[in-house]
């Protein structure tokens, strides 16, 4: 079974702080997903990864396939972006799980 | 543009109680699925459906029924509610679970309290 796991669990920063939530998986996966869980309880997908590197806007996203590890990197961080965020993967050929979530990392910016 | 779209937002039912819950996509997506998501864990998948007219458990089933009612439309029903169902249930859709690039797209979840 594949296990999610991220760190940190809790992360309080300082606007303008450069921001890096990680996310690791046990076993091999197609797909690697990163959301955003608004406080109001909504939940947005940022991007979806399989290899390399993605950016949008101040938000980075990298994967080591090699190292079942991924990172979400935040730029100049804003309130806004208080938030709890959820790595999601994707195992192949298990359409019925279709994905495993990890815990969730809880994001709060100060200003 | 409405997405994914649940019904009710909370309920508060007792012990024992039935209830539907509601989730419609218009996005013309394939396959639906209902979570629940629960304090420190991960989001756990209690039915999906991969496409209309097929239906089939995830993780944590127990308790639960669901009707894919027609492509849009994907109902979760909890015949006799008990407090360990109470959580916050999420209703998703995406294009096609075959996929691996399909996103998921959620809806804004319903609160649920069993007393």
């Known amino acids: 079974k594949n296990e999610v796991e991220q760190s940190p669990q809790n992360l309080t920063a300082q606007e303008g702080e450069f921001i890096t939530i990680n996310c690791s998986y046990s076993?091999?996966?197609?797909?690697l997903h990163w959301l955003q869980q608004h406080p109001g309880g909504g939940i947005v997908s940022l991007f979806m990864l399989s290899s390399g590197k993605k950016k949008h806007g101040r938000l980075i996203a990298t994967i080591n396939i090699q190292e079942k590890h991924s990172s979400l990197h935040i730029t100049a961080s804003h309130p806004r972006d208080s938030a709890v965020y959820i790595c999601a993967v994707r195992p192949p050929h298990n359409y019925g799980q279709n994905f495993v979530f990890g815990p969730g990392t809880r994001l709060s910016v100060l200003p | 543009n409405a997405g994914v779209t649940q019904t009710p937002k909370f309920q508060v039912l007792k012990t024992g109680q039935s209830m539907t819950l509601q989730c419609a996509q218009d996005m013309n997506h394939n396959s639906m699925y209902w979570y629940r998501q629960d304090p420190g864990m991960g989001l756990r998948l209690i039915y999906y459906s991969a496409s209309e007219g097929t239906t089939d458990k995830g993780e944590v089933p127990n308790g639960y029924n669901v009707s894919r009612l027609n492509k849009r439309e994907f109902s979760l029903r909890l015949e006799s509610a008990a407090p360990s169902q109470t959580s916050v249930y999420f209703c998703?859709?995406?294009?096609?679970?075959?996929?691996?690039?399909?996103?998921?797209?959620f809806g804004n979840g319903t609160r649920l309290t069993v007393t």
């Open positions: 998703a859709s995406s294009e096609r679970a075959e996929s691996a690039g399909s996103p998921l797209h």
């Open positions: 076993v091999g996966i197609s797909a």
